[in-house]
Every structure is written in C-alpha cells, then in structure tokens.
C-alpha cells in the first residue's frame, strides 16, 4: 500500500511541476490580435527563423503542422481553428482555389516578391493561373534513387523496376499519385491523364510489379536506401539528397521518360483572421537571409533566384537538387484530378494494395 | 530436477524480458550515436542530449504530455473504480449495458474516435488543452475498468461483511478491507490508462489546438524528414527517469517491509 | 440505502460516458447511415461485401487472431512462473513489463525495424553464427512480431493479475487431497485464471483488428487491413460516410465474437467481463 501511495505522490509531483507549463500555453491562446497561425508539413522550416520574424514584427507567430495534405485539409475544413497561412502542395492547392477557400494575395506590396524566378511562378501557373494564391517555398522532383553497389547498370528509365533481378529489393512510393508516376510515364502517358484505358493499363503494370516490391514507403525509404536494405527506391529529390550525404555509393536520376516537379506554396485560406500579418510573413520568408537559412536546413530546391545566386558553385551544379533544364521540360505538374476521376483513382490504388 | 526446472522458468523470463527490453536498448545506443542515420554507427556522443535541452519546442512537449498523461490516467482511475464499486450492487443487465458502452471506445478504431470527439468540441466548445484531456480520459476509462472488474469480482464479500458485523461502517470497511485486495487492479489500470495516453497519436492529433504539442504529435511530424536523434535522448532520460522513480519506491516499500518484521 | 448510495458512485462516470462514448457513437451512426446529401442509406454498411473490403476484413482478423494466439502462448507460462515468484514483487514486475510501453510507440516499432531489417541487427548476429541472412522485414512474420511485441503487455498482466488473486489454500488443499501437479493444474489453477485470460484475448485481439500502422511500417504497406481502409476513407479520400459506415461494420463484428468468446466463459457466473 505504502509503495502506491510513493509512486502516486511522486506523480503528482510530476503533475504539480509541470502544470505551470501548460498553464501558460493556455492562457497564451487567449490573447489573439496580434499572432499569426501558421500551419506547415512538419520539421519544414529552420525554427530560428520564426523567433527573428518575431522579434522584427513583434507578431506572435503560432506554429502547427502536419503530415500530409490531406490530414491537413481534414483538420482546415472542421473550422476547429482559423489558420492565417498555410503551407502545402500544388495540385492540394487548386483544390482549395476551385472549392473557394483561399483568398488572393496582395503580392504587389512585398519587397522581396521579385526575388523570385519567373521560370518557377511560370510552373506555377499550371495550379494558380494569375500566381494570385500561392506564392512558391519549396520546390522538386521524383526520381529513382539507387545504390551503385547493388545496381550493376546505369539507371535512365523507369523500365529497371520491372527488372525481375532485383526482385525484393525495390521500394515504391506508397502514395496514391507518386506512384501512378511511374507506369504513366513508363508508358508515354501524362502523369494528370484521367483516361480510364491508360489508368488501368497502368495498373495492370503496376499489379505485374508488386511481386518485385520489397514494400511501399514514403519517408522511411530515405533510410532503407542508407542502410543498404534496397537496391533502388522512388523518392522525392530531397530524401535522395538526404541519403546521398550519408551514403557516398547512392546516387539519382530523374529518368528520361519525365517524372513530377512538385511545389509547395504558401498560401492564405478565406477564414484566415489576420491576413496582414501572413502577407508580412510569406514576404519575409522570401528574404535573402531568410531564404538561405531555410535552404541551409532543408536542402530542397529553392524558387528564390536571389538566394540561388548566393549559393556556392558545388551546390548550384547538384544535379538532384537542381536537375537541368532537359530533364525539367519532361516533368509535370500535378493538376487536381476533380471529385469524380480521384474517386476513380482511389479505387485503383485500393485495388492495388489488396492485391 | 527442481533445479532444471526452476533454471528453465528463469531463463524462460529472462528471454522474454530481453525480447521486451531490444529495441529500447537500441534506442538509447541511437541516442549517443553522432549520425544522424540509424544504421550508420557515427561514434559516440552527447550533442543530442545537449541539444534537447536547448530545444524549447521538445521540452514543451515533454511537459504537455506528462502533465496531460498524468492528469487523464488519474481522473480515469477515479471514474473507473468509483464505477465499478457501484456497477456491483446494480442488476446484471444494467452491469451488461455499462460494460458494452465501456468498450466502445476501444472497439473503435481510433480514428474514428478521434474525428468522432473532434467533431463534438468544435460544434460546443474550442480545441485546446481540455477536449485533449477529455479524449485521453474516455481512451482510458476501459482499462481502469477491466483490471479493477475481475478484482472486484474474486474480492471475498465475507470479509468485508465480517468487518461491517465488527463494527465497522461501510467506508472505513471498504478502506481498509477491499481497497488494499482492488489496489493492485486499480495500479494496473492507472499504469495501462497512463501508458495508452502516452502512446496515443490520433486522438491528440484530432482535438489538440493550435501550437500544443506532445510527445506523439512532435515525432509524427518529424517523420516527414527524419527523426531528429534528440527523441532518442529524450526517450532516454525519461525510461531512465522511470526507473529512478521504481528503484526509489522499490527501496522503500523494501525498507517498511524490514521494519514489520521487527 | 447502502446499495442505493454505491450506486450513485457510478454516476459521473455515466455523464461521461453518455457526453464522450455515446454521443460520438451517435455521430459515427449518423454519418455511416447517410449519404453526402444527408438522406438514409445502407450502402456505407453493405460496401464490406466489396471483394476489397472483405479481403481487408479477412486479413486483419487472421492477422488479429494469429498475434492473440503468440501471445497467449508467450504470456501465460510466463503469468505462472512471476505469479509463483512471490507477492511482494508484483507492483515491480508490473512496472516492468509496462516500462517498455513508455516509450513511445512508433520510437519502438522503428526500433524493431532496426533490429529485424535485412542489413539490421538480428541479421548481424546471426551471421556471426554463420546463418541467415533472413528477410523478416516487410512481410507477414514481421507484422506478427510486431503486434506481439506492442501488445504482449496486454495479455501478462491480467492473467498475472487473475493468478495472483488464486488462494493459495485451495492449492494446497487439492495437493492435500492427492491431486498431482497436473491435476491442480488442469483443475484448479486453469479454471481459476480463465477470466484473467478472457480479458487478455479481449485486449489483444480488439485493438489488433483495427491496426494498421504497425501493419504499415513493418509490412511495407504490402497488406491491406480493414483499419487501413478505414483510415483511409478518413484522412485520404475525404469519404467520412463510408469510413463510418465500415467502422460500424467492425464494431458489430467485434460484437458477435466478443459474444462468442463469453459463451466460453464458465467461471463468469453468467456475467459479462465486457
């Protein structure tokens, strides 16, 4: 008995300790004028970045984030929190722009708008028409990651994933879209097609595939790829940037068939209370200084021509970061597909894991 | 003989703990590891420790979800037990109907509990600290109730009619007569309740509020770019800090028990 | 009047329970019998008979079974020998067996990964002897160890519980009597545990129903289980009605077996442990 009355005593303890921390975040919540509430991916910013925005504005910034856009768009759309600038993906976007749930932003009073290159606000357009919505962050594309010790050949095409020596030892995208890539591309195909005989002709390559996958992943596909466990896998530029630091035998191609470039834009949804405050926020993020700090923590590719220019040669010239012309005139876009061909591709995806 | 088997039962347990115990010992050998990738042994450090404690967002959320964990995994103790005294004086059918609607929570797959509970506090109150503590209590309550229920159950009624017959009134009986045999079911439902709501991802995710982060929420986020080796070490020092806290309590409970003898 | 007065003790439990676990059910009854333009329907519930849905259903229930029975294995020789080790140690060997629990749950699945990957720790060691290497990673076995090891907790501790709780007395009363070993076994210590037992295969094998994370990251998102489907229908496609209307399939579903295991419930003197 006594033993219990110590432990519960020792919890309480805890409980007493920690309850004035929390105390506080709440009676944070309370005051609201002068904060801005930020929704982002998560680790998708350099946090020192928000304690200067901070200081320089005396804005309070709340910061929250997600995993996927999806969960993000489930949580934005219960109203259970009024964000003032969120952070996601192109084709998540015009989802949003169609639905009428984002507000235009004023671009023409921001210092530091210019900075960014027009070539990417071009590609942009392919989601936002008149750039009114989204102003870009990040940018990448989605290739092949492979291990030249495991992989004998030189990896240009899609193709090499059906290649059945190395079956087991490949990973796929375990994302409804990014993994439709591939068969799409494979066979001549848009990555945005919503024609029934291409989709399924896709899927019938994928189903032949998945007797070869060793599994589906997103994110710990990095790892499995440092770790020596795969052979090649589908990943995003970033990742592979990532795994090709810790693992000198790694290396990416974008293959020749064309592949996805992908954006992530910052942009304001309508319930958005302090509009002002996140115009002043997306501006300052687009600042030189600012720019190179979130480049330096993040390492994808940057729109912001000015902060490009500040970058030392050896990244310039990385070509996983930043993949040459060629190879970005093969890549897409994703556009947002409309209730009824996502429904569609839904269905095949669903089909496809239960196989 | 005897000695065969006792060795065997030893071992037996002793293999079974390792298995448990794995893949918290690669944990904390992660934590001192200077690279950031999980297979790669870097050498060894403690810039993550050193860096934790730097980082006001991971302390935060160490405190949040203590203090959150704690307070659930109490008030759900307090409800349970109290329910499943009264549940034993109520007819079997009504005990029947309670029972089912304790379980539907963990029926549930928690998704759906969790959007299921979010959609309640946003039509009637707003997201914050309180609609966290109100889904890590109802999470809870079903493992209070099932470890004090069989307690209850084989607790012997005579006894505690022996003491009323002594004298005793019903509280001061139920203290010092039930109380001490539901005890060890009521610590199991407070360390299960407790342990679930320190798990628990989903239903944090669906009725946090802006800018609270646990424990569960902070590394669900940081799986997008890798898990930052701080969480190891904080891992770390709170298993350790656990221990602490049994070892001490171990100690004393030993101590007293010395002292009966006596 | 005393009875009247314990009763009152579950109260606030109730308006908890009607406010939190009745209302929310309510939400999910209505959401799973409507469609998107509010009228009623059973298609949400009929959709199981998809062949996807079925096969997802099927699979978790093989997969929630297999990793009940492993544990059930694992865990009751074990509950016997700790329940013989002495009373005064059993607070400790709860907290020990709750202890791994407190680190968090993906930490510790990634952990196991680590371990039982191809190029991973297991791996190491058995090549040290000379075998291997085996591919546990990313297949069946390395769900089935990982819902194991998440959830074997769940059955040690009732079962430990219920065996402690057994008066010695009536052991040694039956010894007294000339039953052997075996006999005191089969029937004394056996019967007398099985609630204990019940409530470990409840606890185990409901949260394994619905699982999917573990599913997804051992199994490298290979199999598709019903609480994936269901995950999905939420957090992916944005289709609440029919996430919902499967999410009551599966409870009527855990129902009618949680039904059927109590049939098996002799000790429980007609009473529900559910």
Not at chain 1, 97 to 124: H, R, V, W
Not at chain 2, 77 to 91: D, K, P, R, Y
Not at chain 2, 170 to 189: D, H, Q, S, T
């Amino acid at each position: 008995m006594k033993k219990y009355a110590i432990l519960a005593a020792a919890m309480a303890a805890c409980l007493t300790v920690t309850g004035c921390g929390a105390g506080q975040n709440e009676s944070a919540a309370a005051e609201d004028d002068n904060t801005l509430i930020v929704f982002n991916y998560g680790d998708y910013i350099e946090r020192s970045v928000l304690d200067m925005f901070e200081e320089e504005t005396g804005i309070k910034v709340k910061y929250e984030e997600y995993v996927t856009p999806e969960d993000m768009y489930t949580k934005y759309q219960s109203g259970a929190i009024n964000y003032d600038l969120i952070c996601t993906s192109d084709y998540m976007i015009e989802k949003m722009i169609l639905a009428g749930e984002l507000q235009k932003i004023d671009t023409s009073s921001m210092e530091n708008y210019d900075n960014l290159d027009p070539t990417y606000l071009d590609f942009c357009k392919s989601f936002d028409p008149n750039n009114e919505y989204a102003v870009p962050y990040f940018w990448g594309t989605v290739g092949i990651c492979y291990n030249t010790e495991m992989v004998g050949e030189e990896v240009d095409s899609w193709e090499i994933l059906w290649d059945e020596n190395y079956s087991d030892q490949l990973i796929m995208e375990n994302s409804m879209r990014d993994a439709f890539i591939v068969p799409l591309k494979l066979m001549g195909a848009s990555i945005n097609t919503v024609d029934k005989n291409e989709l399924l002709e896709a899927q019938q390559m994928l189903f032949d595939q998945k007797k070869l996958v060793m599994a589906y992943l997103v994110d710990e596909s990095r790892d499995a790829m440092i770790s020596g466990d795969a052979a090649m896998a589908v990943i995003y530029s970033g990742d592979a940037t990532a795994a090709m630091d810790a693992n000198e035998d790694l290396d990416y191609c974008v293959p020749k068939e064309g592949s996805n470039i992908w954006f992530d834009c910052w942009m304001i949804p309508k319930t958005a209370k302090h509009k002002e405050a996140a115009e002043k926020f997306i501006d300052f993020m687009n600042r030189v200084d600012v720019g190179l700090m979130n480049f330096d923590y993040i390492y994808y590719a940057t729109p912001n021509q000015a902060v490009y220019e500040e970058l030392d040669d050896e990244t310039k010239e990385d070509y996983t970061i930043f993949p040459d012309e060629e190879t970005l005139s093969k890549c897409e876009v994703y556009k947002y597909l409309g209730e009824e061909d996502e429904r569609y591709y839904n269905q095949l995806w669903k089909e496809l894991k239960s196989y | 003989m005897v000695k065969t088997k006792s060795f065997l039962q030893k071992f037996y347990v002793g293999l079974i703990f390792t298995i448990l115990y794995a893949p918290i010992a690669v944990l904390i050998v992660c934590s001192f590891n200077a690279s950031k990738a999980r297979t790669i042994w870097g050498g060894f450090t403690l810039d993550w420790y050193v860096q934790l404690f730097q980082n006001e967002a991971v302390i935060d959320a160490v405190k949040t979800s203590l203090m959150l964990t704690t307070s659930a995994a109490l008030i759900a103790t307090l409800l349970g037990t109290f329910a499943c005294i009264g549940m034993t004086v109520m007819s079997k059918r009504s005990q029947a109907v309670i029972g089912t609607v304790t379980n539907i929570p963990m029926l549930n797959a928690d998704i759906v509990t969790g959007i299921a509970i979010m959609l309640l506090f946003v039509r009637f109150m707003k997201l914050g600290y309180t609609s966290m503590l109100i889904g890590h209590v109802t999470l809870g309550i079903p493992y209070v109730i099932l470890n004090v229920n069989p307690r209850l159950r084989s607790a012997s009624k005579t006894t505690y009619e022996a003491a009323l017959d002594l004298g005793a009134g019903p509280v001061y009986a139920f203290i010092k007569v039930v109380l001490p045999e539901l005890m060890p079911g009521i610590m199991a439902g407070f360390l299960m309740a407790f342990t679930i709501s320190l798990d628990d991802f989903i239903i944090t995710y669906f009725t946090k509020g802006a800018g609270i982060n646990t424990i569960s929420t902070m590394l669900y986020q940081e799986v997008r770019r890798g898990i930052n080796p701080e969480m190891y070490a904080m891992s770390t020092l709170l298993f350790l800090a656990i221990l602490l806290i049994l070892f001490v309590v171990n100690r004393i409970g030993a101590k007293q028990d010395e002292m009966k003898v006596y | 009047m005393n009875t009247n007065k314990r009763k009152l003790l579950t109260g606030p439990y109730l308006v908890w329970a009607v406010g939190f676990i009745i209302l929310p059910l309510l939400m999910i009854l209505y959401y799973g019998l409507t469609n998107d333009s509010g009228s009623f329907t059973l298609d949400n519930l009929l959709a199981i008979a998809d062949p996807i849905h079925a096969k997802a259903l099927w699979e978790s229930v093989l997969i929630a079974l297999g990793s009940t029975l492993i544990s059930l294995v694992i865990a009751y020789p074990l509950a016997y020998i700790l329940s013989n080790m002495g009373g005064n140690k059993s607070g400790t060997i709860i907290m020990l067996f709750m202890l791994p629990m407190w680190i968090n749950f993906l930490l510790r699945i990634m952990a196991l990964q680590m371990i039982l990957a191809n190029t991973g720790i297991l791996n190491a060691i058995l090549g040290f002897f000379g075998i291997g290497p085996l591919h546990i990673m990313y297949s069946k076995t390395a769900i089935l160890i990982g819902m194991v090891y998440e959830y074997l907790p769940f059955m040690i501790l009732p079962i430990y519980n219920v065996m402690c709780k057994i008066d010695r007395n009536v052991i040694d009363a039956a010894r007294d009597l000339g039953a052997d070993t075996k006999t005191v076994f089969m029937h004394v210590i056996m019967p007398l545990s099985l609630p204990g037992v019940l409530s470990g295969i409840i606890m185990v094998f409901i949260p394994g129903i619905s699982e999917f994370v573990i599913a997804d990251i051992l199994g490298g998102s290979k199999v598709l289980l019903i609480g994936n489907v269901i995950d999905q229908e939420f957090s992916l496609t944005n289709n609440w009605h029919l996430g919902s209307g499967l999410s009551i399939v599966l409870m009527i579903f855990i129902f009618i077996s949680m039904a059927i295991m109590n049939k098996y419930d002799k000790s429980g003197e007609g009473q529900m442990i559910w």
